[in-house]
């Protein structure tokens, strides 16, 4: 869960593009065969939240916007181990899990 090094080429789309234009040309492309992700949902939350920026025209909302799901993602995971793990175990993991990307989705 989160934005990795690989997804913030997308962040700068909507200072470029309007949205009608993106809905019209991007978003039919991931449901095509040869560009089809799987995950047409991240594509659209993506140019959804960084649209966000480009609506109050600041990069600062899109690092905002960034920050936030990091952080929503890191208490997911706290609460997850939680719900197995002591609670020493489980911050320790919640902090390996915000200060090291041990999975970027990279095919390397």
């Known amino acids: 869960m ?3 090094e690989d997804d ?3 962040v ?3 200072f470029l593009v309007s949205f009608k234009d993106w809905m019209l040309g991007a978003l039919p492309i991931q449901f095509r065969a040869p560009y089809f992700l799987g995950r047409p949902l991240q594509t659209v939350f ?3 939240l960084a649209e966000a920026g480009a609506l109050t025209k600041s990069l600062s909302v899109d690092y905002l916007v960034a920050y936030a799901l990091f952080v929503f993602s ?4 706290y609460e997850v181990l939680r719900r197995r793990f002591s609670t020493l175990l489980s911050t ?3 902090i390996l899990f915000v200060l090291t990307p041990l999975y970027t989705g990279t095919a390397d």
Do not use: C, I, R
């Open 2 to 4: 989160g934005l990795y």
């Open 8 to 10: 913030w080429f997308s």
């Open 12 to 14: 700068g789309h909507p």
């Open 46 to 48: 993506e140019f959804g």
């Open 74 to 77: 890191a208490l997911l995971a």
């Open 92 to 94: 320790l993991t919640a």
